[in-house]
């Protein structure tokens, strides 16, 4: 007789796309808030961007209990980190953490989807872009999750990310300013919608600027 | 997507006696659960019913119970396991009341920790194999949420577990409102639980529905709903299609 396998996996694809774009003095991250489990909806209204330090905010997607285990490992760090270090973890600081972290789990990977964005330790907005095992790089703007493959094609030619093999490396940030930034991903996430099914419901942008955050909230189509 | 488990346990021989310490499938189970939030605070319902795999052996069985004195937990699927989780939860009470600070754990907590249960569980390859729901209220605010055996949670306004989930979903999603009576809170999830019967194949007519307000929580006393099966359609089901044998 041979032996009976376990007919459960221990991971699950919940979805959702994330975006992130850095600007001259601020930077934009955006994920939709549909959370959903093989083609059922789970609920319409779940965020999928965590405020990590001041001055960082992590948005992801993929499977969510290991995203919200991730989160937890990562703000309690940064609690130990504030306390021997007395100040907040800088964005390229928690990127290097975010790193480590993932890959810590090398053999059991965490399956998430992470993009980081931030402000780094001059004022100029940051962001990094994860895969699921913690290689990461620094870059203008990414595109993470189910509509990823929709979406980054777009934002690499409307914000023409110049070639990684020029010298001097000449670095992403886009020239736009920030209500054109929010606008821009504002159409990426409508056209999103129309073709992934695991991308719709409410779409929540977050701008993160040396004075705060705010937050913007948009309905996306619930089909 | 398939999944090779390599357990490790520091010898490098895995034995067969390993598996055996291991949930691998499910023995008896119970089917949805269904909760809605409502006006004064949030209403479960389940059915009775405990399966073992396609026979229905038990019919008696409370899938719903008070925690502590402000929330329901309900489970869907195997049932020993939600009798183990009972059992975790009745040592954390305990120790909450121990403590006898005048303070008392509520529904988001609980639903914390038994995230970060079948979280941990799901990490050694050994799930609780069931779907919970976690509703209370605490200090005039209702709470609503969800976690499954591999630790997925969140919380909404209405949830359900299994088949629920393709069937009463969408009739929640479109008929429930945030300031529902008890009565109409009643009737909705009556709604929900007919269709069930109707449709799940685990399900039996022998329901109970929980409601948890400020002033605790309640379960009903058993009762069955009342179905209609004389559709024209039934009564000669191959009026249209006879064939010549």
């Known amino acids: 007789m041979t032996k009976q396998h376990a007919n459960w996996s221990p991971y699950d694809n919940n979805g959702g796309t994330c975006v992130a774009i850095a600007g001259s003095d601020y930077c934009v991250i955006a994920a939709d808030t549909r959370m959903s489990t093989g083609y059922s909806i789970l609920t319409r209204d779940y965020s999928k961007i965590h405020k990590l330090a001041d001055k960082a905010v992590l948005s992801s997607s993929g499977f969510q209990a290991d995203v919200k285990a991730l989160q937890k490992v990562l703000k309690s760090r940064h609690l130990v980190y504030q306390h021997q270090h007395n100040k907040q973890m800088s964005c390229p600081a928690m990127a290097q953490l975010l790193s480590n972290t993932l890959y810590f789990k090398r053999f059991f990977p965490y399956y998430a989807f992470n993009v980081l964005g931030g402000l780094d330790e001059q004022g100029k907005g940051c962001v990094f872009t994860y895969d699921a095992v913690g290689s990461y790089e620094k870059v203008g703007y990414s595109a993470q999750g189910s509509g990823s493959t929709l979406i980054m094609p777009f934002l690499d030619n409307q914000l023409k990310s110049p070639s990684p093999l020029l010298l001097p490396a000449q670095d992403a940030i886009t020239p736009l300013s920030e209500p054109e930034a929010v606008d821009l991903v504002k159409t990426v996430f409508a056209s999103a919608t129309e073709r992934d099914i695991y991308t719709g419901d409410k779409l929540e942008i977050m701008i993160l600027k040396a004075d705060g955050i705010r937050t913007e909230v948009m309905e996306l189509r619930k089909d | ?245």
């Open chain 2, 1 to 245: 997507m398939t999944f090779t488990i390599p357990i490790d346990n520091g010898d490098s021989v895995k034995t067969a006696e390993a598996d055996s310490q291991r949930t691998l499938y499910p023995y008896v189970t119970g089917t949805s659960i269904v909760a809605i939030k409502y006006k004064d605070g949030v209403l479960m319902a389940s059915d009775m019913g405990g399966s073992y795999g396609s026979t229905l052996r038990y019919k008696n069985i409370e899938r719903m119970k008070a925690i502590g004195k402000h929330s329901l937990l309900g489970a869907s699927g195997e049932i020993s396991d939600f009798q183990e989780i009972l059992r975790y939860l009745d040592e954390l009470v305990l120790n909450d009341n121990m403590w006898d600070d005048g303070n008392s754990l509520g529904p988001k907590e609980v639903h914390n920790y038994l995230t970060r249960v079948m979280y941990n569980r799901r990490n050694k390859f050994n799930p609780l194999w069931n779907t919970l729901v976690l509703g209370g209220v605490k200090n005039g605010e209702s709470y609503l949420g969800m976690v499954s055996m591999i630790g997925v949670s969140f919380e909404d306004n209405h949830v359900a577990t299994g088949f629920g989930n393709h069937l009463a979903r969408p009739i929640l999603r479109d008929e429930w409102r945030a300031d529902l009576s008890f009565e109409d809170g009643v009737k909705l999830l009556e709604k929900c639980m007919r269709v069930l019967l109707y449709r799940d194949r685990s399900a039996i007519n022998k329901l109970q529905i929980a409601k948890i307000t400020e002033e605790g929580v309640t379960v009903s006393q058993p009762y069955s709903l009342k179905t209609f099966w004389e559709f024209k359609a039934f009564n000669n089901p191959t009026a249209g299609a006879e064939g010549s044998w």
